[in-house]
């Protein structure tokens, strides 16, 4: 595929977060197909954004993103719209008790500030795990967890963060680490979390997964 010349305009213009802009621009998309202003098909395997691999403009999506678009679109943050509300409700039905309470915010990089302000709010505490190889978003907390890129150049890193290995099926540093009961393998560790300790869960990004010569258990039969 040959790369779309409108591409030098974002070379020009836009500032990159990934390695790379993928070759072409995205005319429109559908269920897990995008189309390159050629009119050529690309099966998208991510379908979206990593931690919201929806698919593309599912019609019920797009029919309440318009809805709400005709009626209300912007609101300061001290007033509230029925689908706000409705939303939250229906959150609230879908998580496990007490958790009922939901903020909803713009990025995930803004969320998880918001989880770990909440988190050190709830333990009184301040200390951070981060996860090797993790992505977190580039805002100064979520990026001071984030092990995926550079911190070189950034000046100080959120004070108390430490980086402990990620989950790592076939190799795994942790799961020996961590000694659960015979009795009950998938129940909880038979080490518990140190007490005021809260788990905060975001999508972990495994950059470049096994390393070589590593297969994946049951791929070579073996
Ligand atoms: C697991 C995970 N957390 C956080 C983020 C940051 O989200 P955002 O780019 O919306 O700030 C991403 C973005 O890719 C992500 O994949």
Redesign the pocket.
């Known amino acids: 595929m040959n790369r779309d010349p409108l591409l030098e305009l974002a070379d020009r213009h836009l500032i990159r977060y990934v390695p790379e802009f993928a070759p072409f621009l995205v005319e429109r998309a559908r269920g897990s197909w995008v189309w390159d202003r050629a009119g050529n098909a690309v099966l998208d395997f991510t379908s979206g954004?990593?931690?919201s691999t929806i698919g593309h403009n599912h019609p019920r999506i797009v029919e309440a993103i318009r809805a709400a678009c005709d009626r209300v679109l912007h609101l300061n943050s001290w007033m509230l719209s029925e689908e706000v509300v409705r939303l939250a409700a229906r959150l609230a039905e879908l998580l496990p008790a007490p958790l009922g309470k939901t903020i909803f915010l713009?990025?995930?990089?803004?969320?998880?500030e918001i989880a770990m302000r909440i988190a050190k709010l709830a333990t009184g505490r301040f200390e951070i795990l981060g996860l090797e190889q993790?992505?977190?978003?580039?805002?100064a907390g979520?990026a001071s967890v984030t092990n995926s890129v550079a911190h070189r150049g950034y000046g100080p890193q959120l004070p108390g963060v430490f980086t402990i290995p990620a989950p790592y099926a076939y190799r795994c540093p942790v799961r020996s680490a961590v000694v659960r009961s015979a009795a009950d393998p998938l129940g909880p560790p038979a080490h518990p979390a140190p007490a005021g300790a809260l788990a905060l869960g975001?999508?972990?990004?495994c950059g470049p997964g096994p390393a070589p010569g590593d297969p994946a258990p049951g791929l070579t039969g073996g």
């Open positions: 954004q990593i931690c713009n990025t995930g990089s803004e969320s998880n993790s992505f977190h978003g580039l805002t979520a975001d999508q972990l990004l």
